[in-house]
C-alpha cells in the first residue's frame, strides 16, 4: 500500500485529509485563546461564581455577584446596582439569621425592615440550597418573582450575602437585597 500521507496534503486516520485536520486543529486553538482573553475573576482554579460556599471558611464574592446581576440588568435594559454598605449589613444579617433558624425567611418581613431605614422599592430575594453563585443567579433567573426582584428598574442599590449551615439540609443561605 503506498503512503498517502504526503507533504502533497495526504489523508490522515479516518479518511481526514491532513491539511484540514491541520487547519481545524489551528483553529480549535485560536478559538480557544480567544476565549481566555479575559479572565473571569478567581480564587484559585475556580472563578469566583462557581467557588463552592458550603463550608465554614467560604465567603461570597460581593464585587462579582453585583458585577453579574448588573451586566443582567443591563442587557435587559435596567441600570447597574450599586453595593450599599447599609443593605450589605442587612443582607448579611439576615442570611445569618436564616442559617440559625435553618429556614428561609419570609420577604414581607425583610422588606419591611428595609423599608423601616428608609429606603424605597425593596426587594428580597431569600433562599437557600444554591452551593455557589452561578447556582443562586441561574435559580433566581428561572424563578419569575426572584427574576423581577434583580430586574426591577427602580432599583438602585443591593446587598448580597450568604450563610453557611453544617447541620442543615440547605447548608447556604442567601439574602439578595434591592432597594432605591
Given at each position: 500500500m ?10 490522515g486516520?479516518?479518511?481526514v485529509?491532513r491539511?484540514l485536520a491541520a487547519?481545524a486543529a ?7 485563546g480567544?476565549c481566555?482573553t ?14 463552592p460556599?458550603a463550608?465554614?471558611t467560604a465567603h ?9 446581576i ?5 442587557n ?10 447599609d443593605?450589605q ?6 442570611a445569618?439569621?436564616m ?7 419570609r ?5 419591611a ?9 425593596v426587594g ?5 440550597g444554591y452551593h455557589?453563585?452561578?447556582e443562586?443567579?441561574s ?5 419569575p418573582?426572584h ?5 426591577d428598574p ?11 449551615a453544617p447541620?442543615?439540609k440547605y447548608?447556604?443561605?442567601w ?5 432605591k
Amino acid at each position: 500500500m503506498a503512503d498517502r500521507g504526503t507533504a502533497s496534503g495526504g489523508v490522515g486516520r479516518g479518511g481526514v485529509p491532513r491539511r484540514l485536520a491541520a487547519l481545524a486543529a489551528l483553529a480549535g486553538t485560536a478559538l480557544l485563546g480567544a476565549c481566555t482573553t479575559e479572565a473571569p475573576r478567581t480564587t484559585g482554579a475556580l472563578p469566583s461564581l462557581y467557588l463552592p460556599l458550603a463550608n465554614d471558611t467560604a465567603h461570597i464574592d460581593v464585587e462579582a455577584a453585583r458585577d453579574m446581576i448588573s451586566a443582567y440588568r443591563r442587557n435587559r435594559g435596567a441600570a447597574p446596582l450599586a453595593v450599599d454598605p447599609d443593605l450589605q449589613r442587612l443582607a448579611e444579617a439576615e442570611a445569618a439569621a436564616m442559617a440559625a433558624a435553618d429556614r428561609p425567611s419570609r420577604a414581607q418581613t425583610v422588606k419591611a425592615a428595609v423599608s423601616h431605614l428608609g429606603y424605597a422599592d425593596v426587594g428580597a430575594n431569600l433562599s437557600a440550597g444554591y452551593h455557589t453563585l452561578a447556582e443562586a443567579f441561574s435559580g433566581w433567573r428561572e424563578s419569575p418573582p426572584h427574576d423581577a426582584t434583580m430586574l426591577d428598574p427602580k432599583a438602585t442599590r443591593m446587598g448580597i450575602a450568604t450563610a453557611y449551615a453544617p447541620g442543615s439540609k440547605y447548608k447556604v443561605y442567601w439574602a439578595l437585597l434591592t432597594a432605591k
